[in-house]
């Protein structure tokens, strides 16, 4: 799917020469004869990088590209016939990502635009990556249940099976390491029993309890060793 990007120029001779330009190179272009405008193509559809003259009737582009950042992560790429080291410094203190002076070249431009969409692609892979492995970190799921760390819950379905602080504590150790064999000793560490004096049959206890309450014995005993959870956790 091709990328779309909204011209944004006072000027019909440029929107057009721009439009028709990057067309051929496979983008998708919008135009826009000012702030108004910009705003209408924007509220009815997705656009990825919004080229955006300074000198623009009514509001101009630099206030523009401040009201746009502030709810938007588009690329925006500044378009003026200023020459000033200030316009620039204060076009990206303002939020945009690029600067380009007219009279400019369209290679030069394209390229601009290229590299631009390509950082913000990265951007968002790497935000993906990260809220997927946040997702994964936080959910573990097993045997048609779905545990959830940071709500402290267990899920079957639509159900929420309500557990103990121990309970949930010595469910989560057993699911982090599933099909391993678990001392008494190790489980009593991972429950906030371990800072009490109890006997050995605490765990054994606590366990009796997952086991009523889960409907079923994912829990094995290992004479002499400890505990096994007996079951798979998917990824």
Known sequence: MSNTVLVVDDEAVIRARLKGYFEREGYRVLEAGDGEQMWQQLTKQHVDLVMLDINLPGTDGLSLARQLRSHSDVGIILVTGRDETIDKIVGLEMGADDY?????????????VKNLLWRISLVKKSQQAVNQAEKSDDLIA???????????????GDKVIK?????????????????????REYLMEQTSHRNEEVNDRTIDVIIRRLRNKLQTDLF?????????FATKVDD
């Open 100 to 112: 380009v002076t007219k009279p400019f070249e369209l290679r030069e431009l394209l390229v601009r």
């Open 142 to 156: 097993f045997d048609q249940y779905l545990l959830e760390l940071n709500s402290r819950k267990l899920r079957r």
């Open 163 to 183: 557990l103990t602080k121990a309970e949930f504590e010595l469910l989560t150790a057993f699911a982090l390491h599933p099909q391993q064999v678990l001392s």
């Open 220 to 228: 094995v005993t290992v004479h002499g060793e400890g505990y096994l």
